[in-house]
C-alpha cells in the first residue's frame, strides 16, 4: 500500500525545486575545481564525487547545509594570485567566474562560456572578457580581486547574486580599469544592495546604460536619481523599484 506523504512533504519537495538550480550549478563548480592543474584524473573524479555532493541539495534546508553552501561557495571565490600570474586576468577571471556559476562572453565573440571545462585554450592575450553574466551565481566580495586587471569589460549583469552587498558594488566603482571600460550595467533582485553600494557606480565615468530593478534595499530613489544626473548626465537610468 502506498505510503501516504507526510504533513511537511509538499514543503520539502518546494525546498528541493528551489535548490535545484544552485545544485546543477555545483555539479559544475566541483567538477572543475581542480582544472587550473591539468590533471584530468582528478576532474573526473572529482566530479563524480560533486554529484553526489549535489544531491544532498534535494534534503529539506537547514542550518547546517546552510552554512555548509555558504563555506563551500567561499572556496569558490578564494583568489588565487599565482594563478592569475601565469595565465593572465581574463583567464584567471574567467575560471573564477564560471566556477560560481556566471558566464563570460570574449570580445569579438557572440557566444557565452558558461562550461568551465570547454573555456578556450591558446595564447593568454587573444581572449579578453567583455561581458559578464553573474545571473544566480555564487560571486562574492572576496573574489573581486579577480577582476582587477580586467581592461576589456563593457557590460555586467547581476541578477539574484545573494552574496552581492554594497561593498562589491563600492569595489568595482573604484577599479581603475572598469572605470575606463564600463557601459552597461544591470543589478536585479540582489536583496543585500542599498542605496550606498548604488552611488558607488558613479565613479564608472563611462557607464552609458544601468538597470535597476527589484531591489528592496533601495530607500531613496529621488537621491539616486540625482546624484547620476550630477554625476553622469549622459547615463541612461532605468528603474523597476517599489
Same mark, same amino acid.
Given at each position: 500500500?502506498?505510503?501516504?506523504?507526510?504533513?511537511?512533504?509538499?514543503?520539502?519537495?518546494?525546498?528541493?525545486?528551489?535548490?535545484?538550480?544552485?545544485?546543477?550549478?555545483?555539479?559544475?563548480?566541483w567538477g572543475c575545481l581542480l582544472a587550473p592543474?591539468?590533471?584530468?584524473?582528478?576532474?573526473?573524479?572529482?566530479?563524480?564525487?560533486?554529484?553526489?555532493?549535489?544531491?544532498?541539495?534535494?534534503?529539506?534546508?537547514?542550518?547546517?547545509?546552510?552554512?555548509?553552501?555558504?563555506?563551500?561557495?567561499?572556496?569558490?571565490?578564494?583568489?588565487?594570485?599565482?594563478?592569475?600570474?601565469?595565465?593572465?586576468?581574463?583567464?584567471?577571471?574567467?575560471?573564477?567566474?564560471?566556477?560560481?556559476?556566471?558566464?563570460?562572453?570574449?570580445?569579438?565573440?557572440?557566444?557565452?562560456?558558461?562550461?568551465?571545462?570547454?573555456?578556450?585554450?591558446?595564447?593568454?592575450?587573444?581572449?579578453?572578457?567583455?561581458?559578464?553574466?553573474?545571473?544566480?551565481?555564487?560571486?562574492?566580495?572576496?573574489?573581486?580581486?579577480?577582476?582587477?586587471?580586467?581592461?576589456?569589460?563593457?557590460?555586467?549583469? =547581476?541578477? $539574484?547574486?545573494? +552574496?552581492?552587498?554594497?561593498?562589491? &558594488?563600492?569595489?568595482?566603482?573604484?577599479? *581603475? %580599469? @572598469?572605470?575606463?571600460?564600463?557601459?552597461?550595467?544591470?543589478?536585479?533582485?540582489?536583496?543585500?544592495?542599498?542605496?550606498?553600494?548604488?552611488?558607488?557606480?558613479?565613479? =564608472?565615468? $563611462?557607464?552609458? +546604460?544601468?538597470?535597476?530593478?527589484? &531591489?528592496?534595499?533601495?530607500?531613496?530613489? *529621488? %537621491? @539616486?536619481?540625482?546624484?547620476?544626473?550630477?554625476?553622469?548626465?549622459?547615463?541612461?537610468?532605468?528603474?523597476?523599484?517599489?
Open positions: 500500500m502506498r505510503r501516504a506523504p507526510s504533513p511537511n512533504a509538499s514543503d520539502q519537495w518546494t525546498r528541493a525545486a528551489e535548490g535545484e538550480g544552485q545544485a546543477r550549478r555545483c555539479r559544475r563548480r592543474s591539468g590533471r584530468r584524473y582528478q576532474i573526473m573524479l572529482f566530479g563524480k564525487i560533486s554529484r553526489q555532493l549535489c544531491g544532498l541539495k534535494k534534503l529539506p534546508w537547514s542550518y547546517e547545509s546552510r552554512y555548509f553552501w555558504g563555506w563551500l561557495n567561499a572556496v569558490f571565490n578564494k583568489v588565487d594570485y599565482e594563478r592569475i600570474r601565469d595565465v593572465g586576468p581574463d583567464r584567471a577571471a574567467s575560471e573564477w567566474l564560471l566556477r560560481c556559476g556566471a558566464m563570460v562572453r570574449y570580445h569579438g565573440q557572440e557566444r557565452w562560456q558558461n562550461n568551465y571545462n570547454n573555456l578556450p585554450t591558446g595564447p593568454l592575450n587573444k581572449y579578453k572578457i567583455q561581458a559578464i553574466d553573474a545571473t544566480d551565481s555564487c560571486i562574492m566580495g572576496i573574489g573581486f580581486d579577480h577582476m582587477e586587471g580586467l581592461q576589456h569589460v563593457e557590460k555586467i549583469r =547581476l541578477c $539574484k547574486c545573494h +552574496y552581492i552587498e554594497d561593498d562589491c &558594488l563600492e569595489r568595482l566603482g573604484q577599479l *581603475e %580599469n @572598469l572605470q575606463k571600460s564600463m557601459l552597461e550595467m544591470e543589478i536585479i533582485s540582489c536583496g543585500n544592495v542599498t542605496d550606498r553600494g548604488i552611488i558607488a557606480l558613479h565613479h =564608472l565615468r $563611462k557607464l552609458k +546604460y544601468l538597470l535597476l530593478s527589484d &531591489l528592496p534595499g533601495i530607500r531613496d530613489k *529621488e %537621491n @539616486l536619481v540625482q546624484a547620476f544626473k550630477t554625476a553622469l548626465p549622459s547615463l541612461e537610468l532605468k528603474l523597476d523599484l517599489k
